[in-house]
T-cell receptor
Framework: DAGVTQSPTHLIKTRGQHVTLRCSPISGHKSVSWYQQVLGQGPQFIFQYYEKEERGRGNFPDRFSARQFPNYSSELNVNALLLGDSALYLC????????????FGEGSWLTVV | AQSVTQLDSQVPVFEEAPVELRCNYS??????LFWYVQYPNQGLQLLLKYLSGSTLVKGINGFEAEFNKSQTSFHLRKPSVHISDTAEYFCAAHLVTGGFKTIFGAGTRLFVKA
């Protein structure tokens, strides 16, 4: 079975633009989480979705939004990009909300110039 | 507030020597505890996890960790490291209730020298 897949792997955007990052969870997994990892730091929790509903939110501004589709894939949207949004964005999937096993994708590298 | 603290930002060690990477957590709710490894330009790979039961957990690549509830610690150990263990290691706590989120430490860079 395929693992967690994310797209695109790398992208460059200009300040003020919008970006959409995509994630496909492992088959059978119903929960998807998003994390931001700035260079040299640990991942910071952004959102968790389960059964298409938001079930957890980290301390990120409203410029960050996400959704989960009926097939359990997910999108992370960031509006009005700032230089500080440059980071590795990681998606993780798990069977449920319990979080006893979380699998991460390889991430999407976003550079804002 | 919940937090995870990794006490060492960098740990240099010689090949075949033992190593311990330290992690303390703070939480008012039950948590699951994890250690992840991240190689350069890659995502996170699960090394091991503590959910309940035996406080000594064994993971992949010869790593093990011990959960100590009284000291709120979850230190990672390996009796003999290899050059290939050079990577960034992250300790994480998943909140079982009240928000469903995973909190990561800042990471420990393990550098294995020949």
């Amino acid at each position: 079975d395929a693992g967690v897949t994310q797209s695109p792997t790398h992208l460059i955007k200009t300040r003020g633009q919008h970006v959409t990052l995509r994630c496909s969870p492992i088959s059978g997994h119903k929960s998807v989480s998003w994390y931001q990892q700035v260079l040299g730091q640990g991942p910071q929790f952004i959102f968790q979705y389960y059964e298409k509903e938001e079930r957890g939110r980290g301390n990120f501004p409203d410029r960050f939004s996400a959704r989960q589709f009926p097939n359990y894939s997910s999108e992370l949207n960031v509006n009005a990009l700032l230089l500080g949004d440059s980071a590795l964005y990681l998606c993780a999937s798990s069977l449920d909300l319990g979080g006893n096993t979380i699998y991460f994708g390889e991430g999407s590298w976003l550079t804002v110039v | 507030a919940q937090s995870v603290t990794q006490l060492d930002s960098q740990v240099p060690v010689f090949e075949e020597a033992p190593v311990e990477l330290r992690c303390n957590y703070s939480s008012s709710v039950s948590v699951y505890l994890f250690w992840y490894v991240q190689y350069p330009n890659q995502g996170l790979q699960l090394l091991l996890k503590y959910l309940s039961g035996s406080t000594l957990v064994k993971g992949i690549n010869g790593f093990e960790a011990e959960f100590n509830k009284s000291q709120t610690s979850f230190h990672l150990r390996k009796p003999s490291v290899h050059i290939s263990d050079t990577a960034e290691y992250f300790c994480a706590a998943h909140l079982v209730t009240g928000g469903f989120k995973t909190i990561f430490g800042a990471g420990t860079r393990l550098f294995v020298k020949a």
